[in-house]
């Protein structure tokens, strides 16, 4: 296979992977968040390493990612509307495909995920089957993934896990997420990821930095983020002002800018900028924007970049 495209699929279970991720942004000492081109970056690099292949026809083809969803007034209800679009921006952004279905509601109330693993596992072998990868990746920790390990093989793909285990305290009590055992076993090319990650000879290894986002946005509490309603009355100016991102918490949407003539912090919302990609929203960003107040404090608006 020394000439030969090594063509490999990803897919992600979404709710697995979800878990992860806030792990690392809450928990781990990274505070950040997985970067999906970071991490398809390393499963190149590792597929070349197994395979025995030169990475450049390593080729990530396809990536899939399922997850259970919240109707569209069930996340509107919930306040969750926005950052579930701009989730779905990020994966597309990344070239992922999503798969979604509603959560059933239970009779408390509350909402599951049925059906997601099947679906998982039938795409994953059907998409095998017709596109003859030979390296299919999954991100997960189900054990009920075997027998699907075991009809990949048949067709001749070979399988590589990204799992993790890990544990963490809150609230007085330990959370747990282990991969299962019985699919590591199987697998072709079980790989570790939080032994990787943490590993001391990794630390300054740039595929590894690259799984995370460069800068994490800091996770405030909601009640202390003041928000700015679309009908609340705002008074401002037209002079312009420099600042620095201080903070910008991503999946809400929302951060604070600190004036560079001192003083008190501003609010902003993200869609008062003009300009700026989600992703360039980040801790120590020049800024540029107008004044505004309203009965919660200050807030920033008409937001770009301060271009020397």
Known sequence: MENKLCRIAVFYDGTYFFKVSNYYLYQHERKARLSFKGLHAFIA?????????????CQIVDAAYFRGRLSAQQAFD???????????????????????RHLRTRHDGGFEEKGIDVWLALEAYEMASLKKYDVCVL???????VPL??????????????????????????FTTQAATELIDHVNYPIMMDTEIDARERRKDPLIDGIFMEKSATPYPVERMPRVAQNQETSTDTKERRGTILSFAAEKGFGFIKPSGGGENYFFHIRDQIGIEQEEIVEGLKVMFTHGSNDKGLCALKIHKDIP
Do not use: C, P
């Open 149 to 174: 390990v075991n009809k990949l093989n048949t067709l001749g793909s070979r399988v590589m896990l990204i799992g993790w285990d890990f544990s963490y305290e809150r609230d007085g009590k330990t």
């Open 78 to 100: 919930q306040e969750k509307l926005y950052s579930d679009r701009i989730f779905e921006d990020v994966l597309m952004k990344a070239n992922v495909t999503m798969f979604q």
């Open 139 to 145: 991100v997960t920790g189900d054990g009920d993934f």
């Open 45 to 57: 690099a590792e597929v070349a390493k197994n395979e025995g292949v030169d990475a450049r026809h």
